[in-house]
């Protein structure tokens, strides 16, 4: 079976196509990372073994498609020049903005939080209100309800000593 310079010509050009496009899945692990904030290392790992499992069907699909399940060296570096290139310029883009919206979710979620503290103290404001009425109630009642007591206590000590004096 001959191999021709083209054919060979067309697979570098599918490769560099297949790096700049796990270049792109790469991406988005990273948006993920970035805008999820401090990574646990146990997640990393988790994220960068489904990429390589990604990356490892995809090169040997190609290299299926294209070269016949046979692995070369310049299909290789087509790959890894592919996945440099898009790295180094949309990457570099994607990064930064990712970056940025991640600050702006951190912004607006202290605001937010502020927000809600602010709204959550003042809802509570009718609350503490009734709490410390019910509880001035309460004692106010006590002290009715012991001076009344006071009263009776004295009125039957009254009428024991008039009957004692009779």
Not at 35 to 63: K, N, Q, Y
Request: glycine share 8%; net charge positive.
């Amino acid at each position: 079976m001959e191999t021709y310079l083209s054919d060979q010509a067309i697979a570098f050009l599918w490769a560099v196509v297949l790096g700049g496009g796990l270049g792109g899945v790469y991406d988005i692990f990273r948006v993920v990372r970035i805008l999820r904030g401090r990574d646990r290392p146990v997640l990393v790992f988790l994220e960068d073994l489904l990429f390589a499992l990604i990356a490892a069907l995809a090169t040997a699909s190609c290299f299926t498609w294209t070269n016949f399940g046979q692995v070369r060296l310049f299909l290789l570096a087509g790959e890894g020049l592919g996945f440099m290139v898009w790295h180094c310029t949309l990457g570099v883009f994607i990064g930064a903005v990712a970056r940025w919206v991640a600050r702006l979710l951190r912004w607006l979620e202290r605001i937010f939080r502020r927000f809600f503290e602010k709204f959550m103290n003042f809802s509570k404001k009718p609350f503490i209100f009734l709490k410390e009425w019910v509880r001035i109630e309460k004692s106010r009642y006590a002290e009715r309800r012991k001076s009344h007591e006071n009263k009776i206590h004295r009125k039957s000590k009254a009428r024991k000593k008039d009957e004692s004096r009779r």
